[in-house]
Structure formats: C-alpha cells, structure tokens
C-alpha cells in the first residue's frame, strides 16, 4: 500500500473511531448534520425532525466523564484524529517517506470573503487532453432522469450513489446539500486523489469556525458558505459538479448527502437528474467557450452568487454545454434579488417563468399541475397563481400587477380586464393545479414508519387555514410499495394538447426535477422596494433544479435504451389507469405519457383528502 493510500485509510479509520466513541457496547451510527429541517424554517414552513437517530448517551455521569469525544459538528472527532496523525508520523520517522509536493492550504469561499485569485485552482485542464474521446461514450451525453435506488426493491431505472461519483476517475467534486453525512460520502470518494468542495449552510461565523476546525486535518477538502445574511433561513440546494479527465458531470438530485436520501435503508426515495458534458481541447485564452448555453449561463450565475471560487466558475467553459442547450438550469437565490442587483428576473418563480419562455414552452392555455413535494408551507390561491403562471411563462409580473393596482383604478378598463385575467388564472388552479403529500395513514404504513417522517414537513396550522386550498392536495404513495417520498418534481402539461411520446412533439408540456418545495420560501415573493419603488424578489432559501421539456425526455427515450424511460412501471400503466374517466382519465392519460419517458414515482392521480383524512404532520 502507497503511503497515499496509507493516509487515506488512516483518515477513514479516523473517522470511523470518531463516530464509535461512547459506550463500548453502542452500535456505530452516522452523525447527520442536519441545521434544522429539511424545510426552510420560517413563517410559512414546519420545522422538521431530523430522520437520523440520535446517538446514545452514556449510562452514567462517569461514563460520560471518561467516554465523551471530543465531536465536532461534521461528525469528526479532532482528537481521534490527532492521535491517528502523530502515530503516522511515529511511524514515518522509522522509514522516512519520499518526498510528497506540498498540499495546499484548507480555502474557504463565502459570498462575502471571496477566495483569492492566487488560490490553487480546482478543475483544471487534465494532465493530458485525449482528443480521440468522443462524447457519445459518456454513459449520459443526452441527460438522463433516474429514481434513487432502494434497497429492497428491484432495480428499474434507478441510480445509486456510487454509480454516480465513479470514484476512480472523480479528480474534483463540488457539492451543495443541506444535510451531510460525511464519514458516508468520504467512503464513496478516494480522498487522496480527489479535491472537494462542501457548499454548507452556516448561520453564524461560529458555525463557519467548527466547520473549519472540522476539516483543518482534510487538505483535499475545501469549504463554500452562502450568504445567509438578512432574511435568508435555509441554504437547501441540492448540487454536484464532477470533474473528470474527460468530462464534466452535472448532477441536479433532490437527495441530501445522508444514506437514507439514497435508499441505503431502504425507506426513502428520490429523482436524480445528470448529464455528461465532455471536456474541450485546451486553448490558449480564457474567454467564453461559444458551446455555452442559457443552461450553463444561469448556472453560471448560481455558482457566482453562492461564491463559489473563481477558478472553479472560469472552469465552466473548458466544457461543451451544447447537450444542455434544451434544458433549463432554474434556481432561487437567497436575500432581496432587487433591480440594481442580481437580477429578480433571473431567479426564483420569476426566473422559472423565464426558463419557459426561453425554451419556447409559454402557452396561455389551460394547465395540469402535479406537483410532488417534501414540504408544505402556507399555502393560498394567490402563491399557487403565481407558481401557474410561471408555468404558462410568466416572469412575475402578473401577480405582482394583481397586488399593487390600487383599489381605486380597478373601474378603468384595463385594470378590469387585470382583475378578469385573475381571476381566471384562479379558476384554472382550482381545476389543474393537484400537490402530493402523504397523509398520515400513508406514512404509518410505510416501510420505515412514523420515526422515518421527519424530513417530510406539514404544520397542521397551515391545513386548519380558512385560506389553504384543501381540495388540490392529494395522497402521495409510492410505486415502490412502502417507500416515503423526499422528491420535488413538477409535471405540466396543457389540457388542450394529448401527450405523445414521439421524438417530433411540439408539445409544450414539461416536467422541473430540484430541491424547490411548494413554499413561498422556496420560490419567493415578488414586491416593490419601498426605496426604489421597484420589483423586488424576496428569497428565504437557497434552491436549483432543472426543467426538461416533455419533447426533449421524449427524444431522450427515442434515441437511448429502456433505461431512459419511465422503466418497468411504465409498461403496466395502461392496465392500472384503463378504469379511470373525466378529469381523473385526462391527469392519468397525461401522467402516463410521462411515465413512458421518464420517472413518475408516485400512484395517480392520487388519493383526494376526505373529511376523516389527515395529512402527515411532523410540528404543530
């Protein structure tokens, strides 16, 4: 064994006896870092209880006394790894290593303190470019959309971690998630070969310093915290960059970085959405790679409102975006996105409106919305009217003329017809517009049980609302039988237009895979600067996700293999939805279109909550 591969099992074992400390006899668990809820924890969403079991206390006082490590926050024990460090250098004063280049000094990027220019960058031009590649050997050079794989389950178009991170090629890999298991992720990465990059939510700089201190003896990794500043409550992305020799992989999940996300106990599942972007041959100037796309633009612009190091979003043009060219990379960026800043226009609700414009998917007719979520929050017609809007390719401007026109203009006839505009868009939520939650009975029946519930937030306050629109909310239960679901997925498809799986469609129909719930945290509030008397976007979280044009899955399944499709559940929708009629055909004939190109991971049209049924409540 190398002295490389020494010190990464060392590093590992270091880890392992960090997380074993305790009682002699206390089974090894994982530490979750876990903020507060897998929720933005503000006014309009329920707090959540972490899904991890606790670790178990000593017995006695004594016990304690003797046996409690000295933890950090990530789950490392500092002193468990001082000692690991000077028993190998103990060790390498007898045979003396040969001499290793210098590892670079831990980094740490905020939006506030931007690493510096001079930092060791981190994707970088291979150590020799091979120009025989081609793009079409890289397994998902069209994009592809996959279910978590589950253990328990038969394997049908699913994913795994691993199968993800390739490890033995991954030279960098850059990570946004908002609850870490990291002793697991580190077992899935060869940490000596691999630089990393954490993007964390930390509220404090104390926060940030026990981050730090957490990963001082980890050279390899480094460190990204997002504002948090002012009204913003949760950095709640879920975001992986890959670098590999010979290309770029971009993974937009809607699993947190912990096993259970990633059905390892086989209780939760997710969607996973990636593509494979090969690596341009190097060139000699720095400037804007002409393969760059809108996708990669607002990727772009994410990472740089993150603060994300330099080196890494100059990066981004060393690879050919041109697959991403009808997807659209959408986000929500936290804090007040006004005017003479980041544009509001490029983010939140508002920036999904943009996204479907630009990818020519706007349309005024009529929509079905099924819209999968982990979270609720305060709910009301007018927050669902600008989500609908957005989805027919509003930049949010409607909602926002609806909430500013003064009472007295409403007689003059274009603020007539702004008010009929309203209320029309109303009545069309009330007839399309579903959201899949499960109910209680739902979560207690299912594989992991109540105590497995806590990622899947809902206040009770919120549905005993006058205002919360009870009747578009529908139980959310798993094909895969038994499973709890964290996935945030859209699916919109115009009423006037049947889906067809031909690769020619023009429909206008579509499908957003992310981290957004349906809160008004997740995708903002639009309002005018009281200052400016200008447009304003108020986010509270940090959010991204990808939208895939239905045409676009469809060429997707068309030109790959069965592993594109929705799978074997695909093959047995026309028998379990033969019996449905009126409105429950239409969502179930739209649906299942879907579910021949891609996941559809929940029963539909789903359950309608009666008068004895009650939604699953964590809080509240």
Known sequence: MSLSEQEEEDMRRAIALSLSHGSSNQQKKHEVIVVDSDSSTTDDEAPCVAAATPPKLPDTETEAAFEKPTMGILGLDRKAMEQERLARKRKASISPPPARRKTP??????LKEPTS??????????????????????????????????????????????EILQKEDLTLAVLSSFQWD????????????????????????????????????????????????????????????????THLRVVVPTANIVP??????GIMENTVFLIDLPRLA?????????????????????????????SIIDSMHHFDFSATKDFAFVHTIGGANASDGPSWRRT?????????????????????IDYITSSVGSLNTEFLSTIYLAAQGDEGTAVYKWRHTPASQLSKLVDRNLRAAQQTAQKQVAAGFRIYFPSLETVRASTGGPHNGGTICFQSKWWNSATFPRDLLRDCKSRREGMLMHNKIIYVYPTSQ????????????????????CSESAWGRLVKDRQTKQPKLNCRNWEC???????????????????????????????????????????????????????????????????GDTPWFNAG
């Open 282 to 310: 190097p060139k000699s100037t720095t400037s804007a790679s002409p393969t760059m796309t809108n996708f990669g633009e607002d990727l772009i612009h994410f990472l740089e409102a993150m603060g994300l190091e330099r």
């Open 545 to 611: 996700g990808v939208v895939i044009p239905f045409r676009r899955a469809a060429a997707m399944a068309h030109s790959g293999s069965k592993e594109r499709t929705g799978g074997k559940a695909a093959e047995d929708a026309d028998k379990e939805h033969s019996g449905k009629d009126g409105k429950a055909k239409e969502r179930s004939s739209g649906l299942k279109a879907f579910e021949k190109v891609m996941p559809v991971p929940m029963k539909y049209p789903g359950k309608e909550y009666g008068d």
């Open 182 to 245: 990291v002793e697991w992720l580190l077992r899935k990465i060869k940490t000596n070969a691999t630089q990393m990059v954490f993007v964390m939510q930390a509220d404090t700089e104390e926060m940030k310093a026990e981050y730090r201190n957490d990963t001082a003896r980890m050279p390899n990794v480094r460190l990204c915290f997002p504002s948090m500043e002012g009204q913003v409550k949760c950095m709640h992305s879920k975001l992986m960059l890959l670098s590999y020799p």
């Open 348 to 368: 939140g609700y508002c920036g999904l409106g943009r996204a479907i414009s630009q990818l020519g998917l706007a349309t005024e007719d009529a929509l079905n």
């Open 498 to 517: 049947p889906l067809t799986t031909s690769h020619t469609s023009t429909s206008k129909s579509w499908c957003y895979i992310g981290s957004a719930n």
């Open 105 to 110: 000094k831990l980094a740490e990027t905020t």
């Open 260 to 265: 259970y996300d990633w059905g390892e106990t």
């Open 117 to 162: 220019s001079a930092s060791t960058p981190l994707i970088d031009a291979p150590t020799k470019f091979i120009p025989s590649f081609h793009f079409s050997k890289l397994p998902h050079a069209n994009g592809a959309v996959k279910k978590t794989w589950a253990l328990g389950h038969p394997r049908d178009n699913d994913i795994k971690l691993e």
